[in-house]
């Protein structure tokens, strides 16, 4: 393996970002283990017309990340034997069902963390050991402008699980720089990838007194839907620019911070905006609270 390859491990591969990272990063000449919860959905990878002439790059593994430490470490360790490293962890899986936060309670709370923070944090645990060995390695986790974008009713404990893995992230960033680790958050926008919008309502429990806000959200996704510009496969390529350090990446500081998509950008500034202006109104609130 030439000393400019990398070794990518994806979560999350079956669709959306995840696969078509799998195709980006392939595409630069660097190897991929692409791991989704079912091996079924990510076997015809091989077979992709984009992957085909570059199917020894490639080697598949089921991967549930919700499955727990110990199930999961088995899985990364084999996932290391293949080349002998992991340079660059992914953690891309995700789960997204929209819920009023009455009506879904604390168990749609629970599954959402399950995958998108509690999963993340052991296929980090598993991965670690490895990168640390190396001294060298990079962790991209994938969040979301949600985690900024708050206020649409149902979306709390989605936004919730990516905002607790947004503070998570930064936290490793300075846990693990004296490894010489790099870590990176990518908060994408809306993308047309195929589960965009697109999921059942959690709704165990429907409260008439919701009725009009839940069909009112609903419609509003539907509209966000529609309305999607953003190319997952740019994106996945902007990624991989800027874990290799080239193409746009070229010349630029780390960035800690990958913010894709302009209404990610427009929904960012606007909490910033909303948080500065707290900040300035109740200023002498503020400072007057010292013993």
Known sequence: MSSAQRVWLITGCSAGFGRRLVYSALARGDKVIATARSLG?????PEN??????????????????AGFTAIKEVIDKANTFWGRID?????AGYGVPAILEEGGVESIKLQFATNLYGPIDVINAALPHMRALKSGTIVNVGSRSAWKTELPGIGPYSASKAALHALTETLAIELAQFNIKVLLVAPGAFKTEGAYNYPWDNPNPLPAYDNIRTASLEKMGSIRDAIKGDPQKAMEVVVDVVRGEGVAKGREWPTYLILGEDAE??????????????????????????
């Open 41 to 45: 959905k990510i076997e015809d990878l």
């Open 49 to 66: 017309t984009l992957v085909k002439d570059k199917a020894e790059n490639l080697r598949l593994l089921a991967l549930d990340v919700t």
């Open 88 to 92: 660059v962890l992914v953690n891309n």
């Open 266 to 291: 427009v929904d960012i500034r606007n909490k910033i905006g909303k948080i500065a202006k707290a900040l300035d109104d109740w200023q002498d609130v503020i400072r007057s609270v010292n013993l």
